[in-house]
């Protein structure tokens, strides 16, 4: 039969050896189901992956023959694992650690300090170079890089991303708070979203760069910012203060344990009490407080109301605590201003800026009391 | 004539050996096994990441699995290793009674671990323990265990999908075996469907104790 049959040096695994190791894998696979009964915390898991590996490495070296076989096939399978390992640790270090450096780090500074333009709801030469950077990584995919509405993306969308040279077709206007107020709402339910993620500063350089494509600009009226909501505080950059918290942050507070008594409470439509006339006239930091924080923390700040977290299923609903004066947040006034401006992420508590330092002052002693 | 000689098997002209043919369809399927490899990674880098991100209700749904029947699955499916690389070496030995036996025993393996799947897939749609919005189990409370369910039944489905074919490419080559068709000059196909079935043994020792015992 000559070249046409295998030659004999492939090793052939020996009835014993197979043996022996079919006997040590059921050794091996008692061992963990044993260990798992004693609660070792976090060894049960690495003993477990630890006796999995070895496990593998038998399977993968005896009966698949690696021990024998030609070195590039054992490095090919490998290398399989090594692409695997690089797949989990790097998904895994950045969802569990992004969140602390995004604290620590400028971008936390960059939304708590001042606007670094006086006032950038006013067109500059650097606000729409900055904005220019800003679009050629955000928008160019759906308004294109001339701004013509014709990015790549845009053939799939009805309606059609807007074209920025052209001084038709705006929804919205073609004034500065206009085009503001889409980069803070969006324009549902168009595919053209809210960054209300982007710090105000970037949105105001963004607004310019777009309008800065068209002929005759329009000008806003001091009427206008009050129409958009925007104040033209320098603290943050027209626009209340920005809601941003770290992940890591937004994780912690959706962790919050919920009492098992709450399953059946009516989620959409909870029921808190109000607090009453009389007080609320005597007292302004009871009005504030019925007026903004009532619907999720009760009248008596006791807590116990479904907050919607998310809205991707399943649902996430986060049930309020009850104040409590040993709390970060309600220590000193200043951590209780900084936590209620910032809120919290999704829907789950407004950030609220608005308030004057009477007001703060009302607000924190009413709370205070409950 | 004897019939093995009828039967004999002619490397393709392409390569210069039978020797050659044989390690190149060996590097192919590593290569496949590579590819498996990554589609089972990213079912365990969701398993990773969910259960970092939820502990406790991964502690607390994982409780739902039948331990005791994941155990003896595993110990099925170890034990359908074990007679597949008998099969394969008896193949290479020239015995091919033993190796009929032996795959014979492999298939069977394979039904009772599918059996057994079975018995705790429908005990699982009986509690309401389902993926994501099919899920109706009220005794776990955290509103995110459906994630739990959706990860177990995408990872044990789709192993359960390799153990059927599998059973599928096992019978191809048992036929082949009882035709004569494999000698210890030839037995490529044995070799290779070997691998591919403790590949599959592979994902469930690492998917028995992620998803039953340290959850």
């Known amino acids: ?138 928008c160019v995919a759906c308004h294109g890089v001339e701004g013509k509405g014709n990015g790549p993306a845009a053939s799939a969308l009805t309606p059609r991303p807007r074209n920025f040279t052209a001084t038709e077709g705006w929804k919205k206007g073609r004034k500065p708070t206009m085009v503001f107020q889409v980069l803070r709402d969006g324009l549902p339910p168009s595919a053209m979203a809210s960054y209300a993620t982007l710090p105000p500063d970037d949105r105001w350089a963004l607004t310019h760069f777009v309008l800065s494509l068209a002929p005759q600009p329009e000008v806003d009226t001091p009427a206008d910012f009050v129409k958009g909501n925007i104040n033209t505080n320098p603290v943050g950059g027209g626009e209340k203060i920005a809601r941003t918290i770290s992940i890591g942050q937004a994780m912690a507070q959706m962790a919050i344990p919920r009492s098992p008594s709450d399953e059946n409470a009516h989620l959409d439509h909870p029921k808190f009490d109000r607090i009453s006339e009389a007080v609320q006239a005597s007292n302004p930091g009871a009005r504030l407080y019925e007026e903004h924080c009532v619907r999720c923390h009760g009248a008596k700040g006791e807590g116990g109301i479904k907050v919607h977290a998310l809205g991707v299923y399943p649902v996430a609903y986060v049930t309020t605590s009850a104040f409590k004066s040993s709390s970060e947040n309600l220590k000193s006034i200043q951590a209780f201003i900084h936590f209620v401006t910032l809120g919290l992420p999704g829907e789950l508590m407004p950030g609220y800026g608005q308030l004057s330092a009477s007001e703060w002052k009302d607000l924190y002693q009413f709370i205070q009391n409950r | 004539m004897s019939i093995e000689e009828t039967t004999v098997h002619h490397h393709a002209h392409h390569f210069a050996s039978a020797d050659d043919e044989f390690e190149a369809a060996k590097q192919g399927m590593w290569i496949f096994l590579v590819t498996e490899v990554l589609m089972f990674g990213g079912l365990f880098v969701a398993y990773a990441i969910f259960r970092g991100l939820y502990p406790e209700m991964f502690h607390a749904a ?136 403790h590949f599959v043994d592979l994902v469930w020792i690492y998917l028995f104790p992620l998803l039953y015992l340290v959850g």
């Open chain 2, 62 to 197: 994982h409780q739902h699995l039948a331990v005791n029947m994941g155990a003896t699955n595993t110990v099925v499916l170890i034990t359908s290793s074990l007679t597949m690389a008998l099969a394969v070496s008896s193949t290479q030995k020239g015995k091919r009674d033993h190796a009929i036996i032996y795959l014979v025993l492999t298939l069977l393996a394979a039904c009772c671990f599918l059996v057994i799947k079975y018995f705790e897939y429908t005990h699982k749609f009986h509690d309401g323990l389902l993926p994501g919005g099919l899920f109706t189990n009220t005794e776990l409370k955290d509103p995110k265990s459906p994630l739990f369910f959706s990860l177990y039944f995408m990872m044990t489905g789709l192993h359960g999908i390799h153990v059927l074919i599998g059973m599928g490419v096992i019978t191809w080559i048992l036929r082949r075996t009882v035709r004569h068709e494999f000698s210890p000059g030839y037995y490529t196909p044995v070799e290779l469907v070997g691998f591919y079935w």
């Open chain 1, 1 to 138: 039969m000559g070249s046409n049959t295998q030659k004999q040096h492939h090793h052939i695994l020996s009835t014993k050896v197979a043996l022996m190791i079919g006997g040590t894998l059921l050794v091996l696979t008692a061992v963990t189901v044993g260990v798992a009964h004693i609660d070792l915390g976090h060894f049960n898991f690495f003993i477990a992956m630890a006796v999995a590996t070895c496990k593998a490495l038998l399977v993968a070296l005896f009966f698949m023959n690696l021990i024998h076989d030609r070195p590039e096939n054992g490095m090919i399978f490998a290398t399989s694992f090594l692409f695997l390992a690089i797949f989990v640790i790097l998904t895994s270090t950045d969802l569990f650690f992004r969140g602390d450096v995004y604290v620590k780090g400028p971008l936390m500074a960059a939304v708590q300090t001042q606007s670094k333009w006086a006032k950038p709801w006013i067109s500059t030469p650097e606000l729409v170079a900055h904005g220019k950077e800003l679009y050629s990584v955000q």
